[in-house]
């Protein structure tokens, strides 16, 4: 029988080929890679988590990182297997790699599918040469759309992500952009809005006035706009940024958003397990050094306050359309449910905020203004 609470298992594979403009250090990049070592430490990495969480039922492996469709299938193999020496296979389980759409990646699409991997999610981000390049991606349209081919006839779950409130992108060319997305037919998308992180060189453009995003109206109908077409199409969000049919949800991301315990394994893998924050070492020679001496490359281990995890539960819970259940919540902080939210700020935001008994959810008004609304429930939160 399955059940209700199954574990998720993260693997980071820290490694590309070349310089990565989504990594924020540098030392993922390397000419060559002992793939035994990195196969054998992993596999500790893993065993080790195991014996943390001895029983359980697994739902969901998730191989993210640098570049994880360079992994070897050989390795993505032998990690599926320890898995499942290690735990019980949930019915159905879900085993997704991420994939930038390379020719060179989607020529090991059918090799990955062949070790287990049933789930690809493939990082296209736009369907526009010029924003492509904008973006830093190495590849082109028509290159990303050829490995989405390949994609949807190797594996039987294809997710794409594209990124929209782009600079100087109108409601028009969005819809023409998305349009074209769901004419795909694939089962889930993540749908993002760009947003401008300090440090980053979108920052010091934006800053110097030579990049221009769209405004707070624009980009609230880009956001309208995004939900009212994928629920047409049968693909709603069920979460802020994620959209799909009834049943294709990403169940190992659901594990994060309802707060389950999930293992992480490799270089800065996080972890939550039992009400542990676990946190391996970030520098791959770091972490691999650490395997050998410890047989895990766990750099901090340590228990979440229980005010932390009800936060983290909240903040977390009410991206999700189908929001929280308080009462569990409550139970993680030992406290009242009035002592983790605020009920006269719930009380007072009707239009955005709803709370029928103990299930407490984000109206799709309430989800434009999220990041405003979170401060004013969750108690212990500061604004940013």
């Known amino acids: 029988m399955a059940s209700d609470n199954p574990l998720a298992l993260y693997i980071h594979w820290p490694f590309c080929v070349s310089k990565c403009p989504y990594c924020d250090f540098n030392s993922h990049v ?81 090799d990955l599918a062949t070790a287990g991997v049933n789930r690809v999610s493939l990082g ?15 590849h082109d349209v028509n290159e990303g759309l050829a490995a989405l081919g390949i994609a949807q006839s190797v594996f039987p779950r294809v997710s794409f992500d594209l990124i929209y409130a782009r600079p100087s992108q ?42 221009t995003i769209p405004d707070e109206d624009t980009a609230a109908d880009l956001f309208e706009k995004t939900r009212a077409m994928t629920a047409a199409a049968g693909i709603p969000a069920y979460e802020i940024s994620n ?20 293992a992480g394994v490799g270089p800065g893998a996080h972890g939550r397990r039992g009400g542990l924050a676990t946190v391996r070492r970030r520098k791959p020679e770091n972490w691999l050094a650490a395997v050998d001496r410890n047989m895990h490359g766990i750099e901090i281990e340590e228990p979440l306050a229980p005010g932390t995890r009800s936060s983290e539960a909240l903040l977390m819970g009410l991206r999700l359309r189908e929001g929280v259940d308080l009462a569990r919540v409550a139970r993680l902080a030992g406290a009242e449910i009035a002592d983790v939210v605020d009920e006269r700020a719930i009380a007072r935001l009707p239009d955005f905020i709803q709370r029928d008994g103990d299930r407490l959810r984000v109206t799709d008004r309430g989800m434009l203004l999220l990041d405003a609304i979170l401060p004013q429930v969750v108690k212990d939160v500061v604004p940013a």
């Open 243 to 262: 959209h799909a049919r009834p049943g294709a949800e990403s169940r190992h991301n659901l594990a994060y958003w309802r707060y389950r315990d999930y």
């Open 170 to 211: 109108t409601l028009a060319a969005w819809e023409a952009e998305l349009t074209r997305a769901l004419s795909f037919g694939t089962e889930h998308l993540s749908l993002y809005q760009l947003t401008i992180e300090p440090g980053t060189r979108f920052a010091t453009e934006a800053a110097a006035g030579r990049l």
């Open 30 to 110: 390397r000419e060559a890679v002992d793939q035994q070592r990195w196969r054998d430490a992993l596999l500790a990495d893993l065993a080790h988590e195991a014996a943390m969480l001895p029983g359980r039922e697994l739902g969901s492996i998730f191989f993210g990182g640098g570049t994880p469709s360079l992994m070897p299938p050989a390795t993505v193999a032998a990690l599926i297997g320890a898995a499942a020496r290690h735990w019980r296979f949930a019915r159905g389980i879900e085993i997704t790699l991420e994939a930038n759409p390379s020719s060179v990646e989607a020529a090991r699409f059918a």
């Open 124 to 138: 296209l981000q736009a369907l526009d040469d010029v924003a492509l390049r904008f973006l830093d991606r190495a």
